[in-house]
């Protein structure tokens, strides 16, 4: 084994073949083909969704880890793992924001037989969508100046 890059492991293709049979089987340890950038920021009406694959021989799989390196699991209505190795985080209510969740460091795993490769460090970041909108009302002032009169606008409050 050699490293890749800072904590990825990557293991050399493995030829075997069965004696008597002719068959000749390649193994490769998974490599990354996508992973999601460093940092994911999303609002909490929009969800997101976080994609990471990998190939291999044998097929890798693709977990999920948080940044101390524990597994992550799906929470009902707050988080999803899919079959096709992303994590979904759905919309939510501000009542439903858990920091542990929504305030997180996250990385992909992609394992099969021959070895594993850990993805970069992901920082993701859920914050509630907040609309603002302001009402004018026009101000206008006369002063003694060069200028016969100044317009301008201002927030109600």
Known sequence: MFRLHKGALF??????????????????????????????EFSNDTGAMIHCSAHGSPSPRIDWLM?????????????????????????????????DVHSAVYRCQASNSVGKVLGREITVKA????????????????LVS??????RFLPVD
């Open 67 to 99: 940044g101390d390196g524990s597994p992550v699991l799906p929470i009902p209505n707050i988080r999803e793992m899919l079959v096709n190795g992303s994590m979904y985080f759905l919309p939510f209510g501000a009542e439903s924001y858990r920091h």
């Open 127 to 142: 914050g509630k969508r907040e609309s603002v909108s302001f009402i004018f009302r026009r101000l206008s002032l006369d």
């Open 146 to 151: 060069p200028y016969p009169s100044v317009s």
């Open 11 to 40: 293991t050399d293709i493995f030829r075997f073949s069965l004696p008597g049979r002719g068959v000749v089987l390649d193994s490769q340890g998974p490599v990354l083909v996508s992973e999601p950038r460093s940092s994911v």
